[in-house]
């Protein structure tokens, strides 16, 4: 089933190179982004304690503030992600997967 | 399908005629409760693997239910089969006991979904068919990386389900004093139940099945913990740090630098960090490890073939994030409601390690320990524990079993003959049986071992082997068959090595110094003490540092004569009672010393023949994610594969298009 398809000209096909383009640029930052947020919840409860300490609402401080925000960015990069994937890069794809047999074959 | 019946006929055997071990967080009257509410949880479990038996038929349904699981179901099987013991009553227990710090674990639980949702999940759905080798069979050398992802597989599984057996063992120990062995075997009989007879399909349903109770059970406690406060955060919080309980907690953590704070300072304290956690760098290794390791974790990987496609795929990592992160958020509540309610010293009481806060705190809510009420919600989280590690247990069991069967012994060993349908779910089947039978031995065996770090070991080496190794073949052109050999060997054996060299090993010279400081008194601290004692100037400083130096310099048992003596002369029944804990307390501890003592006598050295650890790290992470990282970068610079060159293409054609991924689930 494989010997179907020129998995090189489909690779080369302008179509792919620009999903390829897209994809890799949205999905590298969105990662680096999300892991450097994160790797700043240990940094920041380990060195910046006077700001984690800050009450900003009652007793409720700096510090809970940016561990619950955590939560609310994972859920953010998720939606943001899923959004730009069902509606640009899946259709992007499903019109090389349609096209994938002609790819190559001229 | 009789055997089915057999089995439950067994398991209800096994719970009838239990030889009770003494203790247990349930009172002996209401033990027919907690037996009633797991025994409807087991049958609704095997009424479920009943039908799913049914369905399966080939090695495609046992594997991965023929692919034919919804984005939604994926998403709540992910989250039963990711909330683990661990997570449920360990870090609502670490939050109960140190506040912040339990909490801080949780945030790493979720991000980790990023690395699954941004990279893994709908590449791996486009590529794997039923493992996690098949994906590095693939582009590589199928039989080399077969073999090295299969044996990383099971390593990491097993040190998964260790911690898993031995941790389910003392739980139901713990809550309804049945002997440790028998649980261990009810575990593992009930676990082969379902993957025995219902393959993915019934490990699936029983996986979805826990969540929704885990989820449900979570939110009804929290109803009632944040009710009062007419669900508010600052009210909730300003109860939590003026509570006499929690400030008593912080100080005792806290020890001597708590002695110049207020009441209010203190309970301030327990939402600050710092109070568990004390080395940063170890922190921030150890949440790599959670953040990379869950993309690596075989059983994770292994449900995203269980859905048809890439956008189903993407739709359960959603939900499971949703799912997941929604739970972690309430175990704040689960866990500062146990340590307003029940409080830190009646937790630690039960179990050092605070895993019974959550159970603790259903039993208080329903209306205490002498309640029906009370006894009846303790006995609802005790099943929903349980549920969670069969759970747990049954999806780790049935990676490994793939491994076993799908990637050594019908690609590696089988690879030149053709292997009929049947053969191939006989082989499925058999390697469960090995691994479910092996899994129970394992429980047995380690008992009373220290496997806490285990689950760490496991999230490290899926980290530093697993997830290089995935990603590089996925993203990176230049990967090939020498890059994950090396990552996979090099990953594991330094997640591996550096655990063993850690503080988490066991150190027989530091035990038995311990010990004689429980015994003896603690000289070092007296030293310091009087050198401090040298320089203060004030007479009320002076009388405070001398009453420290006695207290520690007096060994445990002089100190329990005295308290015994205490206990005669009291009346009151509440003094006489929190006396008596005391005295119970003591005991328990010079009982563990003088064990130690004589568990430890003569040795010098730990399994690895250090005297300490090497390393201060306990999550060696930092460390080894970067080698894995390196070894598999440069294992292909180093290496020719002209397969693997050829195949770029292709792979990355389809782990972007899902071109052909239709045909793979339909064989």
């Known amino acids: 089933m494989t010997t179907a398809y020129n998995w090189t000209a489909i690779q080369a096909d302008p179509r792919f190179q620009a999903l390829h383009a897209k994809k890799t640029r949205f999905l590298w930052t969105l990662l680096a982004f999300s892991v450097v947020y994160y790797v700043m919840l240990p940094i920041g409860a380990a060195y910046f304690q006077n700001i984690f300490k800050i009450q900003v609402w009652g007793p409720l401080n700096v510090g809970l503030v940016f561990a619950l925000s955590e939560f609310i960015v994972a859920w953010g990069v998720a939606i943001i992600y899923s959004r730009r994937a069902n509606n640009e890069f899946d259709v992007l794809a499903r019109e090389i997967v349609e096209q994938a047999h002609t790819m190559g074959s001229r | ?667």
């Not at chain 2, 109960?96 to 990279?119: E, K």
């Not at chain 2, 937790?347 to 895993?355: A, E, Q, S």
């Open chain 2, 1 to 667: 399908m009789k055997s089915i019946v057999k089995w439950t006929g067994l398991a209800a055997l096994l719970s009838s005629s239990l030889a009770f071990a003494d203790g247990g967080a349930v009172h002996p009257q209401f033990r027919w409760l907690t037996f009633a509410v797991f025994g409807a949880i087991i049958a609704l479990t095997m009424f479920v693997t009943y039908i799913a038996s049914k369905k399966v038929k080939s090695a495609s349904d046992f594997y991965t239910a023929g692919g034919g699981i919804s984005g939604l179901q994926n998403g709540w099987a992910i989250a039963g089969d990711y909330l683990s013991a661990a997570s449920f009553l360990g870090i609502a227990g670490l939050i109960s006991l140190y506040g912040y710090d339990g909490f801080m674990y949780s945030v790493g639980f979720l991000v980790a979904y990023i690395v699954v949702l941004l990279v893994i999940a709908e590449p791996c759905r486009n590529i794997g068919k039923y493992t996690l080798a098949d994906i590095l069979a693939y582009r590589n050398d199928p039989k080399k990386t077969r073999i090295v992802g299969a044996l990383s597989v099971i390593t990491v599984s097993t040190f998964y389900l260790t911690a898993q057996m031995v941790g389910g063992g003392l739980l139901v120990k713990t809550l309804i004093g049945i002997e440790y062995e028998v649980s261990v075997v009810a575990v593992g009989i009930l676990m082969l139940a379902y993957v025995l007879f219902g393959g993915m399909v019934a490990t699936t349903y029983v996986q979805i099945i826990k969540a929704i109770l885990l989820v449900t059970a979570s939110i009804v406690l929290v109803m009632l913990v944040w009710a009062p406060y007419g669900f508010s955060i600052p009210d909730f919080l300003t109860s939590v740090v003026g509570d006499p309980k929690v400030q008593g907690q912080v100080a005792k953590v806290l020890g001597d630098s708590a002695d110049n704070m207020t009441a209010a300072q203190l309970g301030q304290r327990f939402l600050e960090p710092g109070l568990y956690l004390k080395d940063p760098l170890d922190q921030i290794s150890l949440g790599l490890a959670l953040v990379f390791g869950t993309a690596g974790l075989p059983h994770i990987l292994m449900r995203f073939f269980t859905v048809p496609t890439a956008q189903a795929a993407r739709k359960s990592v959603i939900w499971a994030m949703g799912i997941i992160g929604g739970f972690y958020v309430l175990t704040i509540f689960l866990g500062m409601g146990a340590a307003t309610h029940v409080g830190a010293g009646e937790i630690t009481f039960v179990d050092k390690g605070g895993n019974m806060a959550a159970p603790m705190l259903a039993q208080y809510l329903g209306g205490g320990a002498d309640s029906m009420l009370g006894n009846f919600m303790l006995a609802v989280v005790a099943a929903v524990a349980f549920a969670t590690i069969v759970a747990v247990v049954a999806g780790l069991v049935l990676a490994s079993a793939s491994a076993m069967a799908h990637d050594l012994y019908v690609g590696v060993i089988r690879r030149h003959t053709t292997v009929t349908p049947d053969e191939q779910m006989k082989a499925a089947r058999v390697a469960t049986v090995i691994v479910g039978a092996l899994a129970i031995v394992i429980g047995i065996a380690a008992k009373g071992q220290n496997v806490a770090h285990l689950v760490g070991l496991a999230f490290c080496v899926a980290a530093s082997a697993n997830l290089p190794c995935i990603l590089l073949t996925l993203y990176w052109k230049k990967a090939n068959t020498g890059g994950v050999m090396a990552g996979m060997v090099i990953g594991t054996l330094a997640a591996i090595t550096l655990v063993l060299v850690s503080p988490n090993m066991t150190y027989p010279k530091l035990k038995l110094a311990d010990a004689h400081k429980v015994l003896d008194g603690d000289q070092k601290k007296v030293k310091e003490l009087q050198e401090k004692l040298a320089a203060a100037t004030t007479p009320e400083e002076q009388a405070k540092l001398q009453k420290k130096i006695a207290d520690a310099g007096e060994g445990a048992p002089s100190k329990l004569e005295k308290a015994k003596a205490k206990l005669e002369t009291l009346t009151d029944p509440a003094q006489k009672a929190a006396q008596e804990k005391k005295v119970i307390g003591l005991e328990k501890s010079i009982k563990a010393a003088q064990d130690d003592l004589k568990k430890f006598e003569g040795q010098k050295t730990s399994m690895m023949g250090l005297e300490e650890p090497l390393i201060k790290l306990k999550n060696p992470g930092i460390i080894s994610i970067p080698l894995g990282f390196l070894a598999v970068i440069l294992g292909s610079l180093f290496y020719r594969d002209e397969k693997a060159a050829a195949m770029w293409d292709e792979v990355y054609v389809r782990q972007n298009t899902g071109i052909g991924a239709a045909k793979a689930q339909a064989h």
